[in-house]
C-alpha cells in the first residue's frame, strides 16, 4: 500500500508568476511517484547533516508552486527529515510560495525537522552556467517537473543544470515531462553520455488519471525519468 503524505500546496494567481504558479499534471504524477518510490530510489546511506546524520539535501529545479520538493519532504517523513529543501524559479514570488508549501508540509507531519533549511534561489538555466548561484555542497536529491520544454527552456541547458547541482555521488535526478515533449529521447542520451548519468530502470511512462481541483491539464501520459550519478 502507498504510504500517505499531506502536502498543503500554496498558489499564487497565474498573472504574477506566469504559468509556474499553478500546479500541472506533470507535478502531480512526479508527488504521487515520490510518495509511493522514494525511500527505496534514495539510498539510506546519502546525505549528511552537521551531527552526522544521514539527511539528504533536496533541490527543485524550476519549483513552480513547490509540489514536487515539498512531495519529496513529505516522502521522507517522519524518520528522515531533509537537511536542505531548496527551490529555484524565475520569480521571486514563486520562490516565496514554495517555501510556505515546505513549511507547511514539514508542520503538519509533526515531525522532528528543526535541522531542515528551506530556502530558495534565482536560477534561469538559459544563461552561462558561471553566473549561476553555487551550491558548493550539492544535492542528493534534484527534481523538475513540465521542465523539459526545448521551445522555451532550451532542453541541453536543462541538463547542464542537472549536471551542476548533483555533484554529490549516488545523486538521484528525476525529470518528469508529458511524453509529448519533442526531443525527450535526445535529452536522455545527453544525460547519459555527456554527462555521466546513469538512465535508471525506475524511469517509467504512465497515464496521469489524477483529477485535482485546479490543476492544469495536459497530456494524458507522463513520462518519469531518474537518473544515477
Not at 500500500?1 to 500546479?23: D, H, M, S, T
Not at 514563486?94 to 534565482?122: D, H, M, P, R, Y
Not at 538559459?126 to 550539492?138: I, K, M, S
Request: hydrophobic residues 45%; contains cysteine; negative net charge.
Amino acid at each position: 500500500r502507498r504510504p500517505e503524505v499531506q502536502v498543503p500546496v500554496f498558489q499564487v494567481p497565474l498573472k504574477v508568476g506566469g504559468v509556474g504558479c499553478a500546479v500541472w499534471q506533470s507535478s502531480a504524477v512526479l508527488a504521487e511517484f515520490l510518495a509511493e518510490h522514494l525511500a527505496q530510489l534514495l539510498p539510506e546511506d546519502l546525505g549528511d547533516d552537521a551531527n552526522g546524520n544521514l539527511a539528504p539535501a533536496i533541490l527543485d529545479i524550476g519549483c513552480g508552486c513547490g509540489l514536487a520538493g515539498a512531495a519529496a519532504t513529505a516522502a521522507l517523513l517522519p524518520g528522515r527529515p531533509p537537511k536542505r529543501v531548496i527551490f529555484c524559479d524565475l520569480f521571486d514570488v514563486l520562490l516565496e510560495v514554495a517555501c510556505a508549501t515546505a513549511k507547511a508540509t514539514l508542520q503538519v507531519s509533526g515531525a522532528q525537522w528543526a535541522n531542515t533549511t528551506v530556502g530558495g534561489f534565482i536560477l534561469d538555466w538559459l544563461t552561462d552556467p558561471e553566473t549561476w548561484p553555487d551550491e558548493v555542497h550539492g544535492f542528493d536529491l534534484l527534481l523538475a517537473s513540465d521542465a523539459n520544454d526545448h521551445r522555451h527552456n532550451h532542453s541541453p541547458k536543462l541538463a547542464c543544470a542537472f549536471d551542476w547541482y548533483a555533484k554529490r555521488e549516488g545523486a538521484v535526478v528525476i525529470d518528469v515531462n508529458p511524453d509529448t515533449r519533442c526531443m525527450l529521447e535526445e535529452f536522455r542520451q545527453s544525460m547519459v553520455s555527456q554527462y555521466g548519468f546513469v538512465h535508471d530502470p525506475m524511469s517509467t511512462c504512465v497515464a496521469s488519471g489524477l483529477h485535482v481541483p485546479g490543476l492544469s491539464c495536459g497530456a494524458t501520459k507522463i513520462s518519469i525519468d531518474v537518473y544515477r550519478r
